[in-house]
């Protein structure tokens, strides 16, 4: 995007719509941990949680990520292992490799970019976490677009067209000076008041200036996007216990929960039976449970499986094999689905020794 000016010049008066924000961001602004204290660092972190993630959801999260790692040089000296333990249930693991990669380049560059085109040339920066760090962070003038402000200047403008034309509608009422304060703004009405269904339109600060809440159209705006067919995954799992520990596998770096560990775990067929899992697995298995699980992209359905094998049952893809106690499994990074099924096969032992 680059660090692009506002259409409004220095010393003018701000347009209605900025002024109305501002006044109410002045007065309602959410309290939240990384406006507490802003630096690059913290900007950043917390922007990265929040893709795809809610804000009541990211606030324990940002406030344990900051305690281990309170600047960027702990985040690069960190090991993977332990960036990724304090990501886990957090989802979408590739933010945090990224974050890691990206320390390291900071820290080797021995600065942190301070515009646009620098940040973006960090590993996982896109156009809205750059725009939003430079702005916020650093005092430049230049808008960011997220799904609540797209969906804000939507309406404002009624304006159907994709989200990428919603950066000029933005960057048409930045307040020079006050553009990290705007965008702020912008996502705290999106989140707050501009809502995707049954908006808030009577108590909006920018009402007057919003052609769909003037025309009564705002539910229309963004127009729906076409639903698509989510695909169903079926795999299986098998926790191999020997003694009190079990043993997980650690995927590739890269594809989906790169770098995470997990139970033994291979894709099956829909109607496989316990038969065929212990083909696969190559031992005697007990089954204790099904899992569904919902990603943005699939359904993962889960079959649990224990064994009182060593930890040589089945072929499999990892680089790297273990043997952990319940302690050790909380000290590395393991995904939600994964927590899911440590959990079921802990509370089947328990059950079963009672």
Request: with cysteine; net charge neutral.
């Given at each position: 995007?680059?660090?692009?000016?506002?259409?409004?010049?220095?010393?003018?008066?701000?347009?209605?719509?900025?002024?109305?924000?501002?006044?109410?961001?002045?007065?309602?602004?959410?309290?939240?941990?990384?406006?507490?204290?802003?630096?690059?660092?913290?900007?950043?972190?917390?922007?990265?949680?929040?893709?795809?993630?809610?804000?009541?959801?990211?606030?324990?999260?940002?406030?344990?990520?900051?305690?281990?790692?309170?600047?960027?040089?702990?985040?690069?000296?960190?090991?993977?292992?332990?960036?990724?333990?304090?990501?886990?249930?957090?989802?979408?693991?590739?933010?945090?490799?990224?974050?890691?990669?990206?320390?390291?380049?900071?820290?080797?560059?021995?600065?942190?970019?301070?515009?646009?085109?620098?940040?973006?040339?960090?590993?996982?920066?896109?156009?809205?976490?750059?725009?939003?760090?430079?702005?916020?962070?650093?005092?430049?003038?230049?808008?960011?677009?997220?799904?609540?402000?797209?969906?804000?200047?939507?309406?404002?403008?009624?304006?159907?067209?994709?989200?990428?034309?919603?950066?000029?509608?933005?960057?048409?009422?930045?307040?020079?000076?006050?553009?990290?304060?705007?965008?702020?703004?912008?996502?705290?009405?999106?989140?707050?008041?501009?809502?995707?269904?049954n908006p808030r339109c009577p108590i909006c600060p920018v009402k007057t200036d919003c052609r769909a809440?003037?025309?009564?159209?705002?539910?229309?705006?963004?127009?729906?996007?076409?639903?698509?067919?989510?695909?169903?995954?079926?795999?299986?799992?098998?926790?191999?216990?020997?003694?009190?520990?079990?043993?997980?596998?650690?995927?590739?770096?890269?594809?989906?929960?790169?770098?995470?560990?997990?139970?033994?775990?291979?894709?099956?067929?829909?109607?496989?039976?316990?038969?065929?899992?212990?083909?696969?697995?190559?031992?005697?298995?007990?089954e204790v449970g099904k899992i569904r699980h919902v990603l943005t992209h699939r359904v993962i359905q889960?079959?649990?499986?224990?064994?009182?094998?060593?930890?040589?049952?089945?072929?499999?893809?990892?680089?790297?094999?273990?043997?952990?106690?319940?302690?050790?499994?909380?000290?590395?990074?393991?995904?939600?689905?994964?927590?899911?099924?440590?959990?079921?096969?802990?509370?089947?032992?328990?059950?079963?020794?009672?």
């Open positions: 995007m680059g660090d692009a000016q506002s259409t409004q010049a220095s010393g003018d008066p701000l347009d209605s719509l900025a002024q109305n924000l501002l006044n109410w961001y002045d007065r309602e602004r959410r309290k939240l941990p990384w406006r507490e204290e802003v630096n690059p660092y913290r900007t950043w972190v917390s922007e990265v949680m929040l893709q795809q993630t809610r804000v009541d959801t990211v606030i324990p999260y940002f406030e344990r990520f900051m305690d281990r790692f309170p600047t960027v040089q702990h985040l690069a000296e960190a090991d993977l292992d332990e960036v990724l333990s304090m990501w886990s249930g957090l989802g979408y693991y590739s933010r945090a490799r990224n974050m890691h990669r990206a320390a390291n380049v900071i820290k080797a560059g021995d600065r942190f970019p301070d515009d646009v085109s620098g940040l973006r040339s960090l590993p996982g920066v896109g156009e809205y976490i750059s725009a939003a760090i430079a702005s916020i962070a650093f005092g430049r003038d230049v808008a960011t677009v997220d799904g609540n402000i797209a969906r804000v200047m939507a309406r404002v403008h009624v304006d159907p067209s994709p989200r990428k034309r919603m950066w000029g509608h933005a960057q048409t009422h930045l307040p020079v000076g006050r553009a990290g304060d705007y965008n702020q703004a912008l996502m705290d009405l999106g989140a707050r008041i501009c809502i995707p269904k809440a003037t025309d009564g159209t705002a539910d229309q705006f963004p127009p729906p996007k076409p639903k698509r067919q989510v695909p169903e995954v079926h795999m299986a799992c098998v926790a191999v216990r020997d003694h009190e520990d079990l043993w997980l596998g650690r995927r590739p770096n890269e594809g989906l929960w790169g770098g995470l560990w997990e139970l033994p775990t291979v894709k099956i067929d829909h109607n496989s039976n316990i038969s065929d899992a212990e083909t696969w697995f190559g031992a005697a298995l007990t889960l079959r649990v499986y224990t064994s009182k094998n060593s930890n040589d049952v089945g072929p499999f893809h990892y680089d790297e094999f273990g043997r952990f106690s319940k302690t050790e499994m909380g000290q590395v990074g393991t995904s939600r689905l994964t927590e899911k099924a440590l959990a079921m096969v802990l509370q089947s032992v328990t059950e079963t020794r009672s």
